[in-house]
């Protein structure tokens, strides 16, 4: 597995991640303990060293199934988590709202600790800009964890250009985690300028698209209450039928390099830019081999001028979040 810096940093993580929540979370049910543990360790063993996992995820649970999973190779691997939610401690279940004062993110980042069993976080990100909250006082309290070596990097998600800024002048930001792939392309706006000029890496979630983009759904396709993306606009029936352009489109292009849909997408994100790092998730072992494979796609000057062409003639239908979500999202 070929190896990518993130932005200036020191972090160096294998060119393909591994989003490990749809393991336990927002996909319908979670998967059994075992076959999680079995599919994380596949995927070390395949190379991937940068493993994504977030506080809220189960809630819990995808902590204690990485750290579980991670431990025999603990010191070879990269192990990313987030805070910036409430938890209900009796019920694990999350609660309205955002929490990124700095005694929580301080107690969170202990908790993560024993449920990751490791004595470090190697990357921390804050999940969602707190509006309550200084992004400074954020960025100070992760300072103060990385000055006690309970915490290596800091990182943001879904945070805006600005925000990036004001961060990255307390405490240098290692990454950023948003979404990006081939039908959701607006970081290249504003935030990837910044972060080329900052030296911040890029941690795109959903690069396949939550799976549309690799042609696995139809029109009839339905999802499960459990799944987040039954209320999700982007996935209604409707949005769906007219998106399946975008995939007609990817189907032809990955024909012609001879590699399959997801492998095109995620070749496409690691082509954009040498500090970018995708981190596709998945439950299966032939579709890790799948994603793991795409590092070796290697897409020139005039394939990536092709695709913006085609593109351009495709106009994704839906939004990429429910009313609610959008509103965590920074600006």
Known sequence: MQKRRLGRSTLEVSAIGLGCMGLSHGYGQPVEKQHGIALIRAAADRGVTFFDTAEVYGPWTNEELVGEALAPVRDQVVIATKFGFNIDPATRKQLPGLNSRPEHIKAVADACLKRLRTDRIDLFYQHRVDPQVPIEDVAGAVRDLIREGKVGHFGLSEAGAQTLRRAHAVQPVTALQSEYSLWWREPETAVMPTLEEL????VPFSPLGRGFLTGA???????DSTDFRHAVPRFSPEAIKANQALVDLIGQLADRKG????????AWVLARKPWIVPIPGTTKVHRLEENIAAADAELGAGDLREIDEALSQVKVQGDRYSAQMQKLVDR
């Open 217 to 223: 759904m139809g029109e009839n396709t339905t999802f």
């Open 199 to 202: 030296g911040i890496g890029f």
């Open 259 to 266: 590699v399959t849909r997801a492998q095109l997408a995620l």
